[in-house]
């Protein structure tokens, strides 16, 4: 199994900075993509930004020139570093990782269990 844990949410002012982070952990062969969702009350959960494990990235219209996601694949960790946060950036934001379990086998999306970002207005 896998476990996804996160850390970093937390209340800001608007133009603040918040850094997110998750740690991958468990028994597995590999793991591919990384990376955020985020759901705000009364809302779908929505993609802000992924990385793979070559490095290549992608983010959300909203959040480009904001947003950062960086990844160390030894420690199986990926970092997303929040800048310029708005009203509109609060929400829980999830973590996933997706997970080859062994050599060979299908990849597997695994969650974590979301961390509150609360940006004041």
């Known amino acids: 199994q896998v476990q996804l844990v996160e850390s970093g949410g937390g209340l800001v002012q608007a133009g603040g900075s918040l850094r997110l982070s998750c740690a991958a952990s468990g028994s597995f062969f590999s793991i591919f993509g990384m990376g955020w969702y985020r759901q705000a009350p009364g809302k779908q959960r929505e993609v802000v930004a992924g990385?793979?494990?070559?490095?290549?990235?992608r983010y959300a219209d909203s959040v480009k020139g904001r947003f950062t996601i960086s990844r160390d694949n030894a420690k199986n960790t990926v970092v997303l570093r929040m800048t310029t946060l708005n009203a509109e950036d609060t929400a829980v934001y999830f973590c996933?990782?997706?997970?080859?379990?062994?050599?060979?086998?299908?990849?597997?999306?695994?969650w974590g269990q979301g961390t509150q970002v609360t940006v004041s207005s």
């Open positions: 996933y990782a997706d997970v080859r379990q062994y050599s060979g086998s299908d990849l597997g999306r695994y």
């Open positions: 990385i793979t494990n070559a490095g290549s990235t």
